[in-house]
C-alpha cells in the first residue's frame, strides 16, 4: 500500500535546530520532496531528493535514504516566520503521481 | 506569486447547485493536476492533465468533472455535492509529469451547505 507518516505536530525555539521526520512505502519511487505550507495559503516547494544523501539549501537541509524509506528536514536557525506546516511528498515510479503526507505543523516559539 | 491563480478564493453553494473552479498558469508547464485538502488529511490526488490530456482519474465521484481545454486552463466543474465535499481544492502544475516540483495555487475554499 501506499503510507506516508510524519509527526502531527512539533514546537521548538526560535534559533534553534529541529528535524522534521518523513517515512514512506510508496509503488515505486521517484524522488521525494518537501514543501512549506503556511495557514491560508498556497504550498511552497523546498527541497527535492532523488538520490540517498543531504541536500542542503541555506538555513533547510533535506536527507533521503532510499533503503530505509526515510528521509528528513532539517531546518537551522529558526525564525517565527518558519511556523507553517511542512508536507513530506513522494513521486511514485511512472511520475505522474505525488503522494503527500499530512504534513507536520511546526510551532516556533520566542 | 506561484504563478498559478485559482477563482474563486472562496465559494460557498448548496448541494443542488452547478458551479465551476477556474485555475490558469502562467508558467508555460504542461502538466496540470487538482488536489482536495481537508483538514488534518494528507493531500489527495484527484485529476492529472499531461498535454491537455487526462492521465488520471483518482477514483474521484462524477459529481466532479475536471476539464482541460488547453495546458495553461483547468476547470472543475461542480455539481450535486455532499456537505462532506467542503475542502480546500488546489490546483498544481508541472513542467512535465516526470519533471519538477508542483508549483501550487492558492486554493478556492469550498463549503457546501
Known amino acids: 500500500g501506499q503510507n506516508i507518516d510524519q509527526p502531527t505536530e512539533m514546537t521548538a525555539t526560535e534559533g534553534a535546530i529541529v528535524q522534521i521526520n518523513c517515512t514512506y512505502q510508496t509503488s515505486g519511487f521517484n524522488g521525494l520532496f518537501w514543501y512549506q505550507q503556511h495557514a491560508g495559503e498556497a504550498p511552497t516547494f523546498l527541497s527535492y531528493n532523488v538520490l540517498d544523501g543531504l541536500e542542503e539549501k541555506g538555513r533547510f537541509s533535506s536527507f533521503l535514504s532510499r533503503s530505509k524509506g526515510y528521509s528528513y528536514l532539517l531546518l537551522k536557525e529558526l525564525q517565527m516566520k518558519d511556523s507553517a506546516s511542512y508536507l513530506c511528498?513522494?513521486?511514485?515510479?511512472?511520475?505522474?503521481?505525488?503522494?503527500f503526507g499530512a504534513g507536520t505543523r511546526l510551532f516556533v516559539k520566542a | 506569486e506561484t504563478g498559478v491563480t485559482q477563482t474563486p478564493r472562496h465559494l460557498v453553494m448548496g448541494m443542488t447547485n452547478k458551479k465551476s473552479l477556474k485555475c490558469e498558469q502562467h508558467l508555460g508547464h504542461n502538466a496540470m493536476y487538482w488536489y482536495k485538502q481537508s483538514a488534518k488529511k494528507p493531500l489527495e490526488l484527484m485529476f492529472v492533465?499531461?498535454?491537455?490530456?487526462?492521465?488520471e482519474n483518482n477514483s474521484v465521484p462524477s459529481r466532479f468533472s475536471p476539464e482541460c481545454p488547453n495546458s495553461s486552463h483547468l476547470f472543475l466543474h461542480l455539481h450535486t455535492l455532499q456537505p462532506e465535499d467542503s475542502a480546500l481544492y488546489l490546483c498544481?502544475?508541472?513542467?512535465?509529469?516526470?519533471?519538477?516540483?508542483?508549483?501550487f495555487g492558492e486554493g478556492s475554499r469550498l463549503t457546501v451547505l
Open positions: 511528498a513522494v513521486r511514485e515510479a511512472g511520475g505522474f503521481k505525488t503522494i
Open positions: 498544481a502544475s508541472s513542467p512535465g509529469m516526470n519533471t519538477g516540483e508542483l508549483f
Open positions: 492533465y499531461n498535454f491537455k490530456e487526462q492521465t
